[in-house]
């Protein structure tokens, strides 16, 4: 690990950064550019105290999992990326099987939505980041680890990520789920994540078997969906998505018709959050 080094990167990259490129206000008191140190903290999901001391050149050593996260915070391209895992002294991430980095483009389309219930999630359904209407709607999707991390993998072996969706709609998701992870072992093989979570699947759910022997096709768009909020009941919503290809990643995003029954419950959970009505 080359400490100062690394210190120097992310010293400069947090300078590079300014405060409208993540969603942040500038304000009259900020006398420099870029960003704060604790601003990134808590962009990368860490301690203030612990980004400081990389930025010091007395941190700990990072790990992987830590290392994405600044990435994240830092809204580092791909080749930035690699090179802040090279000062760190792990070898680059294969860009094939790692799907957590998020594009700096994305990031910032991400950071406008913040009053909106948006998440960036990716091909085998890992949510990666949530707006915290988002969150209030559907739950807190980024908490999970393992193979948990992927809502494909949930709803065959947690009964609690069905509750989401009215009883009636699980036939459509199941195949839905079944189908999209079909498509994506054919295009990742037998070495891919995805062929992790379907050999998991096939020890684990007779159901996702007896679908997955059927080959089931479906396209890759995201059709309009029912919320049954625990609180405020059913929701109608419409479903958009901004892909990205490269690194095989959905921004989604939820709304509703304005005016409608849905609209006023969407309006409501903003205001509510995580809260019971």
Request: charged share 25%; aromatic share 8%.
């Amino acid at each position: 690990m080359d400490r100062a080094r690394l210190a120097d990167f992310l010293r400069a990259r947090r300078e590079a950064l300014q405060p409208e490129d993540v969603g942040l206000p500038r304000g009259r008191r900020r006398r420099t550019g870029g960003l704060r140190r604790e601003e990134v903290a808590v962009l990368s999901d860490m301690s203030i105290d612990y980004y400081s001391r990389l930025e010091q050149r007395r941190g700990p050593h990072p790990s992987e999992q830590m290392l994405a996260s600044l990435a994240r915070g830092l809204r580092l391209s791909l080749e930035e990326r690699d090179h802040l895992f090279h000062l760190a002294g792990y070898a680059t991430p294969l860009r094939t099987l790692r799907t957590d980095h998020i594009n700096p483009g994305m990031m910032r389309i991400f950071d406008g939505l913040e009053d909106a219930a948006a998440q960036v999630v990716t091909y085998l359904g890992e949510t990666l980041r949530q707006t915290r209407l988002s969150a209030a709607l559907l739950g807190d999707e980024t908490a999970y680890t393992g193979l948990a991390r992927s809502l494909h993998y949930r709803w065959f072996t947690d009964p609690a990520a069905r509750l989401v969706y009215p009883e009636e709609d699980h036939p459509t998701y199941t195949r839905l789920i079944a189908a999209n992870l079909h498509r994506m072992y054919t295009h990742g093989g037998p070495e891919s994540r995805a062929a992790e979570i379907v050999d998991a699947l096939f020890a684990a759910s007779p159901e996702f078997a007896d679908i997955w022997r059927e080959h089931p096709v479906t396209g890759p768009y995201c059709p309009p969906k029912r919320i049954q909020h625990p609180q405020l009941g059913l929701l109608e919503l419409h479903c958009q998505t901004l892909i990205d290809p490269d690194q095989s990643q959905l921004l989604v995003v939820y709304t509703a018709s304005p005016g409608s029954e849905s609209y006023e419950k969407l309006q409501l959970l903003s205001v509510i959050g995580n809260q019971h009505a």
